[in-house]
């Protein structure tokens, strides 16, 4: 019995079981410094709390914690959080420092990975 071929089966495409996030850096476009943030999107495999965080784009983020799970999702914390990328450097530090500090208990790590809290800014 292979598991992997008749999960692809019953899914009717390839499967996703050694499927891996992919790693995505956000590029804020001109409407994103126009409203003030962006919205960026972060995972860490539950088994492992000192694994590397990887920020993954919406899209990614959408279908590991979608309603539909698959045997991939299943295996990371995920987590959404908005970014001032618009202010003065006091107010985007301020902002920034409170939402990292925030998630850091949903994601362990995920202050020291945010350190650059003026990353975006918009010059």
Known sequence: MNLRKEYSDAKGTNSTISKYPKAHFPQPTTEDYRIGYIERYFIKPYTN????IIEIDQDEYKSLT???KTPVS???NAIKLRWLIR???EEIQRSN???AEFQEKYM???S?????L???RQS
């Open 112 to 116: 020291l990975y945010l350190g650059n």
């Open 49 to 52: 709390p000192k694994a590397n």
């Open 66 to 68: 979608g309603l539909f």
């Open 87 to 89: 202010g003065t450097f």
């Open 74 to 76: 299943l295996h990371y």
């Open 108 to 110: 362990s790590g995920i």
């Open 97 to 99: 420092s409170s939402t």
């Open 118 to 120: 003026l990353q975006f």
